[in-house]
């Protein structure tokens, strides 16, 4: 008869935990990309402006117009400059996150080795079971076949 994995509550804790470990990277990773996409956003806008604002230079500017493209330019750079940051951030989050998966795996791996070590004992275990009683049952048909 095969006995159960002994330590089959904690096996199960390990594969709920390595899960939410993977959704938990999956969330963070989602966020860097989204971190990402909006610097990128930010910086194609800063891109576009600069070159209306080129434009506007080449046909002529005046004084108020001028101040208010630098003014809007400087909180572009500075909303791009707290999106990078942020961006930085969010990497170093799922860099935390991503070695956090790697550990909650290593360990559910080390307790599904044992759990198959355990599984494969077992077997071997019902395996010489099985054959002592055949054994023994061969053993009595012969003895039976041998008394008259």
Avoid: C
Wanted: charged letters at 30%.
């Amino acid at each position: 008869m095969t006995r159960p994995f002994p330590l089959q509550t904690v096996l199960e804790l390990m594969r709920s935990r390595n899960d939410q470990a993977t959704q938990r990277l999956a969330t963070l990773i989602a966020t860097e990309q989204s971190a990402q996409r909006k610097l990128a956003m930010l910086l194609q806008y800063r891109d576009e402006y600069s070159a209306r604002f080129r434009l506007a230079l080449q046909e002529g500017l005046g004084q108020p117009e001028w101040r208010n493209y630098q003014d809007f330019l400087g909180r572009l750079d500075e909303a791009i400059r707290q999106q990078q940051q942020t961006v930085a951030l969010q990497a170093a989050h799922t860099a935390a996150g991503q070695a956090e998966w790697q550990q909650q795996r290593s360990r559910r791996k080390a307790f599904d080795t044992l759990s198959e070590r355990h599984r494969a004992r077992e077997t071997r275990h019902d395996l010489k079971q099985e054959q002592k009683l055949q054994d023994e049952f061969a053993a009595r048909i012969k003895d039976d076949e041998q008394t008259p």
